[in-house]
C-alpha cells in the first residue's frame, strides 16, 4: 500500500490495514517524510552556505587588508622607489614606484602587519641595500600615505593615516606643506583658515568642512596662489602645496576617499576604485531558493505529523 | 666667571665627598674615607667610559661638575655636557643624568619617581654608586606610559618575525623577541635585511649592569646563512655590513664588527647605543 502524502484518509480504510503491513507502512512513512524534510533543509541551507563561501575573499579583503600610496612631496629629491618590508612574510613585499615630485600613487592593497619602509632611488637593483626610513603598523581596513617630505639632504619618509568616513553631509579636508619656496604658508579656504604658517614638511589634522565650491588660498613670503576645490559630502581631501613654475606656489587637490562607507566605493577618483571589494550579487534568487526549501521542510514535517497520527488510531 | 665655576666645582666635589663619607662616624673617619674616594673615583671613571662607549654622541647628558670634568677627559664635548649646580638644578634638555651621590642629594626621591625613571646602568655601590639613567622629558608618568606601549609594540613586531621563515632564531634569542627585549631599531632593521638574506640570529644582548628590566637588548650577533639554512658564502656577510653600513640614524648602528666565532663560523656584530628612541614601530599615522 502506498500512501499519498497529502490526501486524505477515512479511519475506515485505515482499519483493514494489517498490523504487520502498518508497522512497515510506518516505515515507509516515516522514510519518506524524512527524506523530504532532509532534502528541504539541504535546499534551504545550500544557499546560505554558498553565500557564506562567497562572502568570505570580501570579509577577508575588509578584516585583514589596509591600503598605503606613496605622495612624492620632496621639491629637490630625485626619484624614489619605496619598498615595505612585511615582518612576518618576507614574500610580501610591497613596492611603490612613482615618477617625480608631486605625484601620487595610486592606493595599493596590502596585507595588515607590520612593515619596514626603505628607499631605493627609482629603478635600483631591488638587491642593492635600501635606506630604511621608518616603519608602518597597517591596520585592517585602514589606509595611509606614505610621504617624502623634507629637502633631498634631510628627506624623511612620514606616514600619514588617510580618514576614510566623514561626518554625515560633511567633507574632510587637511593640509600639506610641500613647497620648500616658501618655508611657511597660510592656507585659507573663503574667511576659514586651514593652516596658519604651516612649516615647511608639516602636515595639519583633518579639519570638517561643509560641502561647496571652496576658494583656496595659499600665502607665503615669497609666492602665493589661489584655486578653487569643491568638496563633495562625504569625501575626504588632503591639499598639497608645492612648488609651481617661476616662482609661484601650486596646490595639488588630492582626493583621499568619496562615500561615507569604511571602504569608499568609487572610481579612480577615490583612489581606491580599484581595490574596493566587488558588490555582492542580487540576494533574491538566494532568497528564494531559501523560501522553498523551507516550504517543502515545512510540508513535508505536517504531511510526517498526519501520517503518524493516523498510524496511531488505526493501532 | 671662571671664579664663579670653579666655586661651584668645588662646593660640588665637598657635597659628593660628604655624601660619600656619611657612613663614617667617630675616630679614624678621614682613614676611612680615603677607601671611599678611592672608590667613587673608579666608579666615575668607569660610568664615564661607559657613557664614552654606549651613550648616543647627539645625546646631551647630564652631570654634577666633577663628573662632567671626567666626561671631558674621556672625549665628550663640552657642547653635550648639561653641568648641574645649586643653581641649575633643572634636567630639561638632557637625555641622560649621570646620577652620582651629589646629584642623588641635590634632586632627592624626584630624581626616579619625576625626572629620570629607568637606569641604564650602574656603577660602584653604596654612597660611590653611579646610575646613568634615561631622563623623561614629560614626566616619569608619561614615559612609563609609552614605554608600555613600545614593549607591547616590540613583543608584536618580535612575534610577527619569529614567523619569518628568513630569520632562524636559537631558543634564548626567540625568547627575548617574544617577550618584547628587543630594541625596535634591531626589529626594524632584522625585517628588512630578511627579505635580502636569510639571517641567523645568534644572540640579543647589550642591557648594562644594573639596568632596569624594561631597558631593551640593542645589540644582535647574527650570521649570514643560505636560503636552505646552510651556512653563507663569506660575501653574504659583507653584503650584510653592507646593508646595515647603507643606512642613517636612527636605523644605522654605531658599531658594526665581524667576529670569527669558530673556524667556520663569523658573525657580525651590530650595536646600537642609548637611549634608544621610543615609539618607532606601531607608527599609525
Known amino acids: 500500500m502506498t500512501f499519498q502524502p497529502g490526501s486524505p484518509r477515512s479511519p475506515s480504510a485505515s482499519s483493514t490495514v494489517h498490523s504487520s503491513g502498518r508497522r512497515r507502512s510506518r516505515r515507509l512513512t516515516a522514510l519518506a517524510g524524512l527524506l523530504t524534510l532532509a532534502a528541504g533543509l539541504l535546499a534551504a541551507a545550500a544557499p546560505a552556505a554558498s553565500a557564506a563561501a562567497h562572502a568570505a575573499p570580501a570579509a577577508k579583503a575588509t578584516t585583514t587588508d589596509g591600503w598605503i600610496r606613496l605622495a612624492h612631496l620632496s621639491p629637490n629629491t630625485p626619484p624614489v622607489d619605496v619598498y615595505l618590508y612585511s615582518f612576518g612574510d618576507p614574500k610580501a613585499k610591497t613596492v611603490l614606484k612613482h615618477v617625480g615630485y608631486g605625484d601620487v600613487s595610486p592606493y595599493m592593497k596590502v596585507a595588515s602587519s607590520e612593515y619596514s619602509v626603505a628607499m631605493r632611488a627609482a629603478g635600483a637593483k631591488p638587491g642593492s641595500p635600501p635606506v630604511l626610513s621608518t616603519s608602518v603598523h597597517i591596520a585592517p581596513g585602514a589606509a595611509y600615505t606614505v610621504a617624502g617630505l623634507g629637502p633631498a639632504k634631510a628627506l624623511r619618509l612620514a606616514v600619514l593615516h588617510d580618514r576614510l568616513t566623514t561626518p554625515k553631509g560633511r567633507s574632510l579636508v587637511r593640509v600639506i606643506q610641500a613647497s620648500l619656496r616658501d618655508h611657511k ?58 612648488d609651481g613654475s617661476g616662482g609661484s606656489l601650486m596646490i595639488d587637490n588630492l582626493q583621499d576617499a568619496a562615500g561615507s562607507a569604511i571602504m569608499p566605493h568609487g572610481g579612480v577618483a577615490t583612489g581606491l576604485g580599484g581595490t574596493a571589494p566587488r558588490p555582492a550579487p542580487s540576494p533574491a534568487p538566494r532568497a528564494a531558493a531559501v523560501a522553498a526549501g523551507l516550504l517543502c521542510s515545512t510540508a513535508a514535517a505536517c504531511w510526517l505529523r498526519r501520517a503518524r497520527h493516523q498510524a496511531r488510531h488505526a493501532r | 666667571m671662571v671664579v664663579v665655576a670653579v666655586l661651584v666645582a668645588v662646593i660640588f666635589v665637598a657635597g659628593a665627598a660628604t655624601a660619600v663619607l656619611s657612613g663614617a662616624a667617630g675616630p679614624g673617619r678621614q682613614e ?85 625613571p629607568v637606569t641604564l646602568a650602574s656603577f660602584g655601590g653604596g654612597g660611590a654608586r653611579i646610575d646613568v639613567r634615561v631622563v623623561a622629558p614629560d614626566g616619569a608618568a608619561a614615559y612609563w606610559a609609552q614605554l608600555a606601549a613600545d614593549m607591547r609594540d616590540r613583543q608584536a613586531a618580535g612575534a610577527m618575525l619569529l614567523r619569518n621563515h628568513r630569520i632562524q632564531v636559537t631558543g634564548a634569542a626567540a625568547a627575548d623577541l617574544a617577550g618584547g627585549r628587543v630594541d625596535a631599531r634591531l626589529l626594524v632593521t632584522l625585517a628588512a635585511l630578511a627579505a635580502l638574506h636569510p639571517v641567523d640570529i645568534v644572540s640579543f644582548g647589550g642591557a648594562g649592569g644594573g639596568a632596569s628590566v624594561w631597558v631593551p637588548l640593542r645589540w644582535a650577533d647574527i650570521m649570514a646563512v643560505t636560503p636552505g639554512g646552510g651556512a653563507a658564502q663569506p660575501a653574504s656577510l659583507q653584503a650584510m655590513l653592507g646593508f646595515f653600513r647603507a643606512q642613517q640614524p636612527p636605523y644605522l648602528p654605531p658599531s658594526l664588527h665581524t667576529v670569527r666565532i669558530t673556524h667556520q663560523r663569523t658573525v657580525l656584530q651590530i650595536e646600537y647605543r642609548v637611549p634608544g628612541p621610543l615609539g618607532l614601530l606601531g607608527a599609525r599615522g
Open chain 1, 185 to 242: 604658508v597660510t592656507v585659507t579656504a573663503g574667511s576659514q583658515v586651514l593652516a596658519r604658517q604651516l612649516g615647511f614638511g608639516n602636515v595639519t589634522s583633518y579639519r570638517t568642512a561643509h560641502p561647496g565650491t571652496w576658494t583656496v588660498h595659499v600665502a607665503g613670503a615669497a609666492g602665493m596662489a589661489t584655486a578653487p576645490v569643491t568638496l563633495a559630502a562625504g569625501t575626504i581631501h588632503t591639499l598639497v602645496v608645492l
Open chain 2, 32 to 116: 676611612a674615607g680615603r677607601p671611599a674616594l678611592a672608590a667613587a673615583a673608579v666608579a666615575r671613571q668607569r660610568a664615564a667610559a661607559w657613557v664614552a662607549g654606549q651613550v648616543s654622541a647627539d645625546a646631551i647628558v647630564a652631570c654634577d661638575p666633577a663628573m662632567c670634568a671626567v666626561l671631558q677627559a674621556r672625549g665628550a664635548p663640552a657642547g653635550r655636557l648639561l653641568v648641574l649646580s645649586p643653581s641649575r638644578a633643572d634636567l630639561l634638555g638632557s637625555d641622560v643624568v649621570v646620577a652620582t651621590a651629589a646629584v642623588r642629594n641635590q634632586f632627592g626621591a624626584r630624581l626616579a619617581a619625576v625626572y629620570a
